[in-house]
């Protein structure tokens, strides 16, 4: 069964760093673009950053640039998001997407998505 599982949330405090994970089952992530999207309490889902499948390019929301960092691991299967200088804004499910080929921004062209893990930021 095709699954995408996040792990690696938690609580920190304004200014700290977490790494959340996306590991692939049954998929290998070689040939798909990997996408993190966010949903903060009462808000719509948002982009957060993307890396294409060739692992040449990435892209990030405005929000978390320079901030965040999208990494994947082939042999592994696994990719990461790196998130430095955590500010309150950035508390929300953290949801990791799979897309078959080229990537995109739109979580509605998405093909697999995981089921989440929370981050909160507060002191």
């Known amino acids: 069964q095709v699954q995408l599982v996040e792990s690696g949330g938690g609580l920190v405090q304004p200014g700290g760093s977490l790494r959340l994970s996306c590991a692939a089952f049954a998929f290998t992530v070689d040939y798909y673009s990997i996408a993190w999207f966010r949903r903060a309490p009462g808000k719509e889902r948002e982009f957060v950053a993307v890396?294409?499948?060739?692992?040449?390019?990435?892209y990030y929301a405005d929000s978390v640039k320079g901030r965040f960092a999208i990494s994947r691991d082939n042999a592994k299967n696994t990719v990461y998001l790196q998130m430095n200088s955590l500010k309150p804004e950035d508390t929300a499910v953290y949801y990791c997407?799979?897309?078959?080929?080229?990537?995109?921004?739109?979580?509605?062209?998405?093909?697999?998505w995981g089921q989440g893990t929370q981050v909160a930021v507060s002191s």
């Open positions: 997407a799979a897309r078959y080929g080229s990537a995109t921004t739109n979580a509605y062209t998405q093909d697999y």
């Open positions: 890396r294409t499948w060739n692992g040449g390019i990435t």
